[in-house]
């Protein structure tokens, strides 16, 4: 079955999805120390959209680090103050496109054109809307990448050789985010020009015609603060359908800690009002109103829940960037089987069964697991010809 058999299959199981489904699959669950995965995610979320404090720019902190482009290429360069915010294509959206990404799929000023159709026309995203994407890594992924050359292919092919175990420090953070320009974000909910910048978190983005603003629609990012990582994921209130199928799940940082999917699909879910901890976390780490807008979607760290697979996926990052049904999505399974072979190919046949649940070591012969990380065995650039 091609992939896009496969998305249209997918497609059509996620309509069968149902509610009593969704209620067993609550994602979050308490970490070794006893902490709950969801209070975790709000304090990664204070860090990385705490201004960064250059005041020259209103970037928060996690727009500072370094991104795919900053990373994998041959002389990687941890960003200068100030550089200009680059987008790219999703990577999973181009890897399950059918064909391995090259070093352009990370070219800057590029935004998904091509994104899911159906998915897209169902939450009522303009068919000639734009989203790009934007992945940036902390210094502690971005150092340990580069010092083991897990950033070029050559490098890969070295690491297999060897038998090289990758493993993150403990304070590694990856973080991804889709944007939308501010033109289709008020053609996309009927906002004006005043809500949009009520509402989201903007910035201009660096293109070939100059510089364009856009909105962040949704975002998730991953916490090497146990060995499968902490999985996190957000979305603005005000994306369509943002709950559906495996509704949202905040015993943290929501008033209410879970909010079911609701039977028609693709429908507003209201505000997602802040607890009283995170209204406080907010005011003590300075951090902008305009964040209270994001919703804690779900944190997961476990693959299965009561013998079934434990979901977590996004309703633009996943179902309309990447053409990946939110039922059929599941962080920390996908990225478990992130892996590469001899050669650095990734692990596609993997990825392009979006994988939920436990893992199939059988998926997993022949590669080397590359501790969760998708992004460098799918674009690191190749050795240098002889």
Not at 114 to 142: L, M, Q, T, Y
Not at 185 to 196: C, G, P
Not at 375 to 385: D, F, L, T
Request: aromatic content about 10%.
């Amino acid at each position: 079955m091609n992939i896009r058999t496969l998305s249209a299959t997918l497609l059509v199981s996620a309509s069968a999805f149902t509610l009593s489904d969704a209620a067993a699959l609550a994602q979050g669950a308490k970490l070794p120390w006893g902490q709950h995965s969801d209070m975790l995610a709000w304090e990664v979320f204070v860090q990385i959209t705490a201004p960064s404090g250059n005041p020259n720019s209103t970037n928060v902190e996690f727009e500072t680090w370094a991104s795919d482009q900053d990373t994998y290429n041959p002389s990687p360069k941890w960003p200068e103050i100030g550089a200009p915010k680059q987008l790219q294509l999703s990577l999973l959206g181009t890897a399950r496109h059918g064909f391995q990404p090259t070093p352009l799929a990370v070219e800057p000023g590029r935004c998904r054109t091509d994104f899911n159709k159906e998915a897209a026309a169902a939450a009522g995203f303009p068919a000639d809307g734009c989203i790009g994407e934007e992945v940036r890594r902390n210094w502690a992924s971005f150092q340990y990448l580069v010092s083991n050359k897990l950033n070029t292919r050559a490098g890969l092919i070295e690491a297999f050789a060897k038998k090289f175990k990758v493993d993150l420090p403990a304070d590694a953070i990856e973080v991804k985010g889709d944007w939308v320009r501010v033109d289709d974000v008020k053609k996309w909910l009927n906002l004006s020009d005043q809500q949009v910048h009520e509402f989201y978190y903007t910035n201009k983005v660096a293109e070939a015609a100059g510089s364009t603003e856009y909105a962040l629609v949704a975002f998730h990012f991953s916490s090497k603060q146990i060995k499968e990582w902490v999985w996190a994921d957000f979305e603005h209130q005000k994306n369509p359908g943002r709950c559906d199928f495996i509704g949202c799940h905040d015993s943290f940082g929501a008033v209410d800690a879970d909010v079911a999917g609701k039977t028609s699909l693709e429908q507003q879910y209201g505000e997602c009002k802040k607890s009283p901890e995170v209204v406080a976390m907010f005011t003590n780490g300075g951090i902008n109103k305009v964040w209270e807008n994001y919703c804690l979607k779900g944190s997961q760290i476990t693959f299965v829940k009561d013998g079934k697979p434990v979901l977590l996926g996004n309703s633009v990052i996943e179902a309309i960037n990447a053409s990946v049904p939110v039922n059929k999505s599941s962080c920390i399974t996908c990225h478990q089987y992130a892996s590469f072979k001899s050669d650095a190919g990734a692990n596609f046949d993997a990825l392009d069964l979006s994988p939920v649940g436990d893992v199939d070591p059988s998926l997993l012969n022949g590669f080397v697991t590359n501790d969760f990380l998708w992004g460098n065995i799918i674009v690191s650039p190749p050795p240098p010809k002889k």
